[in-house]
């Protein structure tokens, strides 16, 4: 059974950073590309980036709203996906989401709150 | 980007009746390999997102068959032959086809 679980989040001031993880299970982890998937309170799913399985160059790409303050990485010994959030705003409160490329498999979400 | 374009994005719907929710992108979602990578996805209250359909029209796995998903290119459209009480929740298409990801802005099915 595919897993996928989150954790990491938490309060956090504007300006701040944080990493979640998110600990993957029942598939083959290092042939996976990954991504991360946000949802604001009350809002809609807004895709922020994804990471390359290593054989495939191990890269990740970004949403433009988050690109040059989040960044994507793995631990394939860990089966485990990443992601850093850094200089995080009030606007990136959030349920953050781990998910399969495709998306067919999701975590239940780890919340981030910014705020002051 | 692409845009996605849902409507209506409220649907209230009646028990045993169809539903239909319509999904538009602003490029084609035709792939260079002919797919049309368009997605759709459930959210039920206080849920995680599960897939339902992707590739346009191919049902997920445990997903029963009164969900069907149609279109090609701009144009697409999810159908719910007979709504059930379980059915209540937020809708979203998803394109595949172009970086980044794109969702719809999501619609919402509750029961009348």
């Known amino acids: 059974e595919v897993q996928l679980v989150e954790s990491g989040g938490g309060l956090v001031k504007p300006g701040g950073s944080l990493r979640l993880s998110c600990a993957a299970s029942?598939?083959?982890?290092?042939?996976?590309?990954m991504s991360w998937v946000r949802q604001a309170p009350g809002k809609g799913l807004e895709w922020l980036g994804r990471?390359?399985?290593?054989?495939?160059?191990?890269?990740?790409d970004y949403a433009a709203p988050v690109k040059g303050r989040f960044s994507i990485s793995r631990d394939d010994s860990e089966n485990t996906v990443y992601l850093q959030m850094n200089n995080l705003k009030t606007e990136d409160t959030a349920l953050y989401y781990c998910?399969?490329?495709?998306?067919?498999?999701w975590g239940q979400g780890t919340l981030v709150t910014v705020s002051s | 980007d692409v845009v996605m374009t849902q409507s209506p994005l409220s649907l209230p719907v009646t028990l045993g009746q169809p539903a239909s929710i319509s999904c538009r992108s602003s490029?084609?979602?035709?792939?260079?390999?002919?797919?049309?990578?368009l997605s759709w996805f459930q959210q039920r209250p206080g849920q995680s997102p599960r897939r339902l359909i992707y590739?346009?029209?191919t049902r997920d796995s445990g997903v029963p068959d009164r969900f069907s998903g149609s279109g090609s290119g701009t144009d697409f459209t999810l159908k719910i032959s007979r709504v059930e009480a379980e059915d209540v929740g937020v809708y979203y298409c998803m394109q595949g086809t172009h970086w980044p990801r794109t969702f719809g802005q999501g619609t919402k099915v509750e029961i009348k």
């Open positions: 490029q084609s979602l035709v792939h260079s390999d002919g797919n049309n990578y």
């Open positions: 029942g598939f083959t982890f290092t042939n996976a590309w």
């Open positions: 998910t399969t490329l495709g998306l067919d498999y």
């Open positions: 590739k346009g029209s």
């Open positions: 990471i390359k399985s290593k054989t495939d160059g191990g890269t990740a």
